[in-house]
């Protein structure tokens, strides 16, 4: 199985310090859709990790955040790819949970559910608590520059981290590897 793993907010959409808190707020970044249509049709399982803890924040509930991910769907499915899975944490950043990024709780959450090993798998982020967690899973971490990636260079990277522009950019790169 070629599996990829992605973060939502700021890889696929653009992220929002206010969160993303409707499905009118979830807006593609330019080329994300096409580039997840083109790991479909290479034949890649793209399964997405994010932390929301805009739930535990009380500032969307669990019916508005499928809402938002029934959209997401949609506009990837418009675009001829698919989405396997969302794998979420909803917890606030206080509450002691392994599921919220930085821990990799959700990464073998997602081996689980595939029966598959980590182990080079590429994840891809625009956070170091992204990077974080996927590096301790055994993935091959990649750090894009939208939202909040060019902040994120600034700081200590996970060993073997690779650094694209964006999504598409991540994406040719595997394209060309393969």
């Known amino acids: 199985m070629k599996l990829i793993i992605l973060d939502r907010d700021g890889v696929i959409n653009q992220d929002s310090d206010a969160f993303v808190k409707s499905p009118d707020e979830w807006v593609a970044l330019p080329g994300s859709l096409t580039a997840i249509a083109r790991l479909t049709q290479a034949g890649y399982t793209v399964a997405v990790a994010t932390n929301q803890s805009g739930l535990a924040r009380g500032l969307f509930d669990t019916a508005t955040l499928n809402a938002i991910h029934a959209k997401l769907h949609r506009e990837v499915a418009q675009a001829g790819g698919a989405v396997s899975a969302i794998f979420l944490c909803p917890h606030g950043p206080k509450a002691g949970c392994t599921c919220r990024k930085p821990l990799p709780g959700m ?72």
């Open 107 to 178: 990464y073998y959450d997602i081996a689980r559910r595939y029966d598959v090993n980590l182990n080079g798998v590429p994840a891809v982020g625009d956070s170091l608590r992204d990077l974080q967690a996927a590096a301790t899973a055994g993935c091959a971490p990649w750090l894009v520059l939208t939202g909040n990636g060019a902040k994120a260079q600034q700081g200590e990277l996970p060993p073997g981290t690779r650094v694209a522009t964006d999504l598409s950019a991540v994406v040719d790169a595997l394209l060309q590897e393969a």
